[in-house]
């Protein structure tokens, strides 16, 4: 069974793992280390006894809150940890009191798309050329959370 829970600095390399699996413009290692120098930054990991198989992360601002991250390894996928994720990181934003949260995704990131519109996001505006590698318009979504 999958559990959702806060990512320690200890888990950093296995989530390093992760987001070179699911991106092509990955972090660097050093990059989730430094997350943990700031209190606006909220991550979690989806773990079995097999391991960490997911993570996602949100930064707050005053109102805020950005979806900066969320991947499932590959041969995970479709079993429903997205959502989980996702429930986690919209319920965190909540206990920020923020009033809303956004995110940007690729706008040939189907799956992504749907499961953001699932759990209530809208595309409010259009980043042309924002991703490389390959060069892709970027999709700003946003979700209410009054
Ligand atoms: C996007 C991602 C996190 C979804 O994770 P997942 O664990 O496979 O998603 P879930 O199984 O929880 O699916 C939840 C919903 O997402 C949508 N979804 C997920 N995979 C999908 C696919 N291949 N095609 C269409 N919709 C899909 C569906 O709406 C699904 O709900 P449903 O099962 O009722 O149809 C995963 O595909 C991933 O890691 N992708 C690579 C990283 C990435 O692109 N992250 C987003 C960056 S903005």
Redesign the pocket.
């Known amino acids: 069974m999958v559990k959702i829970r806060p990512m320690t600095k200890e888990d950093c390399e296995a989530v390093f793992a992760i987001d070179r699996a ?2 092509a413009d990955a972090w660097s290692l050093k990059m989730f280390e430094e997350l943990f120098q700031y209190s606006v930054n909220y991550y979690f990991v989806a773990e079995d006894v097999d391991g960490i198989c ?1 993570f996602a992360g949100i930064t707050t601002s005053v109102d805020t809150a950005d ?1 900066m ?4 390894m590959p041969e ?10 996702l429930e986690v990181l919209i319920q965190q934003a909540k206990e920020c009191e923020c009033e809303q949260i956004m ?4 706008e040939s ?4 798309i ?2 953001y ?2 759990n209530g996001f809208q595309a409010i505006a259009v980043r042309k050329n924002y991703y490389t590698q390959p060069t892709e318009h970027g999709i700003i979504m946003q979700r209410s959370l009054e």
């Open positions: 699911c991106f997911g979806v991250n969320i991947g499932v995970r996928r479709k079993e429903g940890i997205g959502q989980e994720l995110l940007e995704v690729r990131n189907l799956p992504a749907a499961l519109k699932k």
